[in-house]
């Protein structure tokens, strides 16, 4: 009788820890974009070495924000954005959005 409470139970808490998961990366994703000092186009990126040039559709986008270090962490848009971590680059995406176009610049 016991066993027959015991799986629903876990099952549930499986459940509602995934849902969890998935809204806290949904919400890290979404302030990380809102926080990010520009967004470079996917050609741009791509010509900084900063995206992968493998024929995908996605992500059409990178968002940026400076460190306190002096380089920038960036994140890919799109549905790569919660499999593929933030990453840090020390190229001044700044200059490089001034030189090459293609970004939006925020602050």
């Known amino acids: 009788m016991m066993r027959r409470a015991f799986i629903p139970a876990v099952v549930a808490i499986l459940v509602t820890g ?8 949904v919400l890290y994703h979404s302030l990380f974009f809102y926080k990010a000092d520009g967004v470079m186009s996917r050609e741009t990126a791509r010509r900084l070495g900063l995206m992968k040039d493998d024929g995908a559709p996605f992500p059409d986008e990178l968002a940026f924000r400076k460190s306190e270090t002096g380089g920038y962490f960036y994140r890919e848009g799109g549905i790569t954005a919660f499999i593929d971590e933030t990453s840090y680059t020390t190229i001044d995406l700044i200059a490089e959005c001034e030189r090459l176009g293609g970004c939006q610049l925020r602050k």
């Open 18 to 25: 995934t849902a969890i998961s998935g809204f806290a990366a």
